[in-house]
């Protein structure tokens, strides 16, 4: 028995968008989640948006026209959220680190989606020695811990050291390196299992030439989950970003605010009982990924009809209710 | 084996009734909201009785068969009462529905490779029923286990308790199932399409062997189907379902001899008849001979390499056959016969690894794809799987269209009139263009597939099982339209199938598939009368028959055929 | 176009008792999937010894600003950089097909000695944190995926999230704070005291793992310092790793509930408890392993800033010392022995999925 939950035809695009669309089938927990996580990328995007009329300080300034800010103060009036080891303001450089995430995690994205999609399509579809060689390769590079490949690119990249853009440049190119291999498997795998489904098939004995199979029939059919894994590697972009900072190897505390960065610093600070160093930018972190998260895994579920459950009770009560309609 | 004389039966009920149920209603929850499956169905199942619950798919008569066993998708509600030894199972709980469930009802699956855990032994399978419903040791549950299981006839139960699932064969695995049904003796089995996933001769044993154990153990089965040579064969009464409702409930020779209600009579007359409107009954010699051969195999094979090291797989060897201009070829056998794959080769799906395949006179052994590229708009191909066979992305028209995209240089509205026309041909609304293929019915899609093939006037149309995937009505109504294109168009067509009846119903000439060879070959109706080789008499023996007076004879013949 | 399996076939009916067969698939996979070890060493090799190269030698790297232009090229000609570099590409497949893998430049050591002389802490570690992921992961993704979609897997997928979300060093930091610094209860760096651990490094043949060497030495006061050291690190690892077992458990056993071998078993009168326990886990547990193989590989990623965080001195510790002096000969030889790691591991967690399997063994 399948029920199906189509779109029907008079339903504006509006409604028909992504989310949107998610938002509107979900209910109980997982509209909870849905929203929850909404709620925090939103913030997030507007934190990275807003950063220069919301803070109230450069993420690099030490002093104004009152004089230096003074070290490790602890949140007060002035420095909400206190003052690090170098009198930067922490609220202001940890809202101006989401603008650096932003950057790092669209540009990762964008490039790797790219690389890895089409590698994928036309591995997958054509196969032979390409295939092969791909799949070691990817295999290869999947299996190894993808901080230490990133720490591996930065070092080729940029010599560890950088500007805002290079800095942004060279860890999204590190991270674009590591997610490369993962939307090639995906893509891959999605394209061998549709290369023996009938509709290809049949494109192929019409006689269809593989650029047309590829394009008009695999390329729409193999990228379905992708704004799922969309979301999930946005996240681990991020991660691996603050990871690269946390080992130095993010960009310079003048360039940009980077919470890995500072939560690098804040280590130290940690030993002598000062928390604010480092609480606020690792809460940045946490809330961000958990948000992602959060949107990527209900649309994956709503996307599945199978994974939508009503419980037992539920259906009782509704059907309660329609056979008492039938019987009066 | 005698019947059991501890029978604890509530003293009310009537001795005889195994499972009563009374005003069964059942709703699905959805974000559409609830979706009524089951309305009103009352029935009721003697001890010792075969019933067959008939209907074709999303009739509910799986749903309601289901509930003798208080099992119910998460989503469902039922209400109404579901007696099983006076026992409600709608309102038992927990533990008081466990103790019932695998004592007194069980349950056959449809798939039986899904059916048994493939991480355990059958021997484990089968015991776990026994001990979690008695307190005795291993030991003594293993010797019941393989006593159940040499009751079902599988050869050396004492070694093959320890085997895991994946070492038997299909049919053997349906026994391993039935085997963990019976380890209890339960009073009634619940068997939900216990042999569609089997091929003929194997649903024949499997059959038989039900009818043997509920001679011996006197168990009631209720069986669910949606073939009635499978109903002909085996059930005392039947109840026919349709949308969630009891249609007809009758004695299995009245319903068969004197069906009152007319969706029992379309159902049946929908069912092909083995022998019957034989597309070669007038015929005595195999027609369209003077024309062209358009496909020609000599000494044909076909070899699947295995992975790692891993022996290969051989579908087809040393085959010769012939397909003439104008000719429609059936080509029958069960799975693993290499029926698709021989229709795949002629397509160029795959390759062939040894002998020679002519098709349109291009030497198949020398495949280029280059160069059998034009070659292609003369040969269609219809897949199984209607659902499966179109981009979902696309709609139908352009789906029709691709033909035409690929082959032909028209401008838009030149399509739009071909595609309406094609359309038209397989008697499918011009508006069907705009629409996407999930908003078609399966016999729908069928049927645009069959526009899509059709669409550049192909000489060789291939048919892979294009209706077994199809309700029997639905079927029936496909086959009369590729009956009438044919004759009409006079396309060449392999028509491959497992259906025995079905391919005598559109192809003359019929050759018969058994492990890739090519056993028999003649006039339909002369291979279905005069079966010359041992597998084509024991597969036209298998096949159930929709008349319960005829199948009781050939039943005979069968059991004849394996003794001999 | 390949096809690698003949479509619309089943398997091929096993109907005769075949004993003599048993086994022999197996030693078969055992060997290829052993073999596949190499392709994948050989390629990580290649790949991270071109791409330290393509920027420069590392001599200019670790010493660019401290010497003069003509010191550097003496130094760089004398290790060989000058040379073109596909000669000391095959040099260097040579030396680390003997196990030789060069000199630190910082500290002038042999990088296999950095190895084996860090390589244990890591190990402990590593191990220490997968205990922990595994008593986390397991029985609570079992638990997640039978109330799915109900308020028990709803808070334990949001703890999962959480896990996930959490970098390891934000989850140190705060443990430090809190255990450490505020509290006062457990010690917040380092693997031991320094009495201890001259107690423990100065036994005969230690194996380096602590707490081994302290069980070993009978000791208990060092087992116990031992132990309030490696609290903290493996419970901040391996509460991350098991937020990831979690989900990878909570998808598989949410997969293997809904089979019809699950429904049998139900109908056969099996408890839940049983049909999740073993029905729907034994199945799952197949490819649960093999993808923990590789979250292996993260684990180490994991490792690096675990052991940064809280000072324990293994490999992790090590190479951020090595990658803040810019010694990019001690980070090569770091990455390519972690590389070996991770390849090995992968093939002992497939194996170990293989005997699971009764398919693959039989």
């Known amino acids: 028995m399948t029920t199906q939950t189509l779109p029907s035809a008079n339903t504006s695009w509006l409604k028909q968008l992504p989310v949107i669309s998610h938002l509107r089938m979900s209910s109980g927990l997982q509209r909870g989640m849905l929203v929850a996580g909404l709620v925090l990328s939103v913030l997030f995007f507007l934190c990275a948006l807003f950063a220069p009329l919301i803070a109230p300080f450069d993420f690099a300034q030490s002093s104004d026209a009152s004089g230096d800010f003074p070290r490790q103060a602890a949140p007060d009036a002035k420095f909400i959220w206190g003052t690090t080891a170098t009198g930067y303001d922490v609220f202001s450089r940890t809202l101006y680190g989401a603008q650096t995430a932003i950057w790092v995690i669209v540009a990762a994205v964008v490039m790797s989606l790219f690389v890895g999609v089409l590698l994928g399509l036309i591995s997958g579809y054509l196969g032979g020695w390409f295939d092969r060689i791909m799949v070691v390769l990817a295999d290869a590079i999947y299996a190894f811990p993808s901080l230490l490949l990133a720490i591996v690119m930065s070092i080729v990249i940029s010599q560890g050291q950088s500007s805002l853009f290079g800095g942004i440049m060279a860890a999204a190119i590190s991270i674009t390196v590591v997610f490369i291999p993962q939307y090639f498997r995906v893509v891959r795998a999605e394209v061998m299992r549709l290369k023996a489904e009938p509709f290809v098939e049949s494109a192929q004995v019409i006689g269809a030439s593989p650029w047309r199979v590829m394009f008009t029939h695999l390329l729409r059919n193999s990228t379905r989950t992708l704004p799922l894994i969309f979301t999930l590697n946005a996240t681990e972009a991020l991660l691996t970003l603050a990871g690269l900072g946390f080992l130095g190897f993010g960009i310079e505390p003048t360039a940009a605010s980077e919470w890995g960065y500072d939560l690098n610093r804040a280590m130290s600070d940690a030993t002598s009982g000062i928390w604010w160093t480092g609480l606020f930018p690792g809460l940045a972190i946490v809330l961000t990924v958990m948000g992602l998260t959060l949107v990527g895994e209900s649309m994956n579920d709503l996307n599945d009809p199978r994974l939508r459950r009503f419980s037992r009770k539920k259906a009782k009560r509704i059907t309660q209710s329609t056979q008492r309609g039938a019987t009066q | ?511 018969v598939l058994y492990r890739g060879n090519l056993v028999e070959e003649g006039l339909g109706s002369k291979v279905l009368a005069k079966p010359q080789h041992t597998y084509t008499q024991r597969l036209i023996a298998s096949l159930p028959v929709p008349d319960p007076r005829e199948q009781a004879q050939r039943r005979a013949l069968i059991e004849e055929l394996n003794q001999g | 176009m390949t096809i690698t399996s003949p479509p619309g076939q089943e398997t091929s009916p096993i109907a005769a008792p075949k004993a003599k067969n048993q086994g022999g698939g197996f030693l078969r996979y055992l060997i290829t999937r052993f073999l596949l070890i190499i392709p994948t060493v050989f390629i990580l090799i290649t790949v991270v010894f071109f791409l330290m190269r393509v920027t420069g030698d590392p001599i200019t790297a670790a010493m660019g600003g401290r010497l003069t232009p003509d010191q550097l090229a003496a130094r760089i000609h004398e290790a060989g950089y000058d040379r073109p570099i596909l000669v000391q590409y095959f040099e260097y497949l040579g030396q680390v097909f003997t196990g030789n893998l060069g000199r630190t430049l910082s500290d002038n050591r042999a990088v296999t000695e950095v190895l084996s002389t860090y390589g244990a802490a890591t190990l402990e570690l590593a191990i220490n944190s997968v205990i922990v992921a595994l008593l986390v992961g397991i029985p609570l993704g079992l638990v997640a995926a039978k109330f799915r979609d109900r308020y028990p897997d709803a808070i334990l997928r949001i703890l999962a999230i959480l896990g996930y979300a959490t970098p390891v060093f934000f989850a140190g930091l705060i443990l430090k704070l809190v255990f450490g610094v505020w509290l006062g209860w457990l010690p917040i760096s380092g693997r031991a005291d320094w009495q201890t651990e001259l107690e423990l490094t100065g036994l005969q043949s230690p194996s380096g793992i602590y707490w081994l060497d302290a069980l070993r030495s009978g000791n208990m006061e060092a087992f116990w310092n031992v132990t309030e050291h490696a609290l903290l690190p493996a419970l901040a690892l391996g509460l991350l790793t098991g937020g990831v077992f979690l989900r990878l458990v909570r998808t598989n056993a949410i997969g293997t509930l809904g089979r019809e071998y699950v429904e049998a078993g139900r109908s056969r009168g099996v408890s839940e408890f049983r049909l999740t326990t073993k029905h729907a886990y034994r199945p799952a547990l197949i490819p649960i392993i093999t993808v923990m193989g590789l979250q292996i590989a993260m684990l180490l990623g994991g490792a690096v800033l675990t052991e940064t965080t809280f000072e324990w001195s293994g490999l992790g510790f090590k190479l951020a010392e090595y990658l803040t002096a810019r010694d990019f000969v001690a980070v090569q030889g770091i990455v390519v022995l972690l590389a070996i790691i991770v390849a090995v591991t992968n093939f002992i967690v497939d194996v170990l999925a293989a005997l699971i399997d009764p398919r693959v063994r039989y």
């Open chain 2, 1 to 511: 084996m005698k019947h059991s004389s501890t029978d604890t039966r509530h003293p009310n009920d009537a001795p005889e009734q195994v499972l009563r149920i009374e005003g069964l209603n059942i709703d699905f929850v959805t974000d559409a909201g609830a979706i009524p499956a089951v309305r009103g169905v009352d029935l009721e199942v003697k001890a010792g009785e075969i019933l067959a619950i008939v209907g074709e798919s999303g009739s509910g008569k799986s749903v309601t068969a289901r509930t003798a066993l208080g099992i119910l998708a998460e989503n469902g509600a039922a209400h109404g009462g579901v007696y099983l030894n006076g026992k409600n199972m709608l309102t038992l709980h927990g533990a008081q529905l466990r103790e019932v469930r695998g004592r007194d009802v069980a349950m056959v699956f449809q798939e039986p490779s899904t059916a048994l855990n493939p991480v355990f032994t059958v021997g484990w399978q089968i015991m776990e029923g026994i001990r979690t419903h008695s307190k005795i040791s291993k030991k003594e549950a293993k010797a019941r286990a393989i006593e159940a299981m040499r009751q079902v006839g599988i050869p050396h139960p004492e070694q093959r308790v320890n085997y895991y699932p994946h070492q038997f064969s299909g049919g053997q695995k349906q026994r391993v199932v039935i085997a963990a049904a019976l380890a209890l003796k339960p009073r009634l089995i619940v068997a939900d399409e216990p042999t569609t996933a089997l091929d003929v001769t194997v649903q024949a044993e499997i059959l038989s062997l039900l009818r043997e154990l509920r001679a011996e153990l006197g168990t009631a089965i209720v069986i669910i189907t949606h073939n009635m040579g499978v109903v002909a064969d085996i059930a005392d009464r039947v109840v026919v379902m349709n949308q969630g409702q009891i249609v007809e409930q009758a004695p299995a020779l009245e319903l068969f001899e004197r069906p009152q209600q007319d969706y029992t009579k379309s159902l049946l007359a929908a069912v092909p008849h083995l022998g019957r409107e034989s597309a070669s009954a007038s015929l005595s010699e195999r027609p369209h001979t003077d024309a062209s051969v358009l496909v020609e195999a000599k000494g044909l094979g076909v070899h699947f390499p295995g992975r790692l090291g891993s022996a290969g797989f051989t579908a087809v060897k040393d085959v010769d056959l012939k397909i003439h201009a104008g000719e429609v070829y059936g080509l029958v056998g069960e799975s693993g016969s290499g029926k698709t794959t021989i229709g795949r080769s002629i397509a160029g799906l795959n390759r062939i690894t040894s002998g020679s395949l002519k098709v349109l006179g291009y030497e198949m052994a020398a495949f280029k794809e280059r160069s059998f590229k034009p070659l292609r708009e003369q040969i269609g191909f219809v897949f199984q799987d209607p659902a499966a066979s179109f981009n979902p992305h696309l709609t139908v028209g352009e789906c029709v269209a691709e033909p035409l995209a690929v082959h032909r240089e028209l401008n838009p509205a030149q399509t739009r009139a071909k595609v309406s026309e094609l359309l038209e041909a397989v008697q499918l609304p011009a508006g069907f263009a705009q629409r996407y293929p999930h908003e078609l019915s399966g016999g729908q899609r069928q049927r645009a597939s069959l526009a899509r093939a059709l669409a550049l006037d192909p000489k060789l149309l291939i048919a892979d099982e294009p209706t077994s995937a199809l309700d029997v009505s639905v079927q029936a109504k496909v086959l009369e339209l590729f009956r009438e294109l044919q004759t009409e168009l006079g396309f060449a067509a392999l028509f491959v199938s497992h259906d025995l009846a079905v391919v005598d119903q559109l192809a003359t000439w019929v050759g």
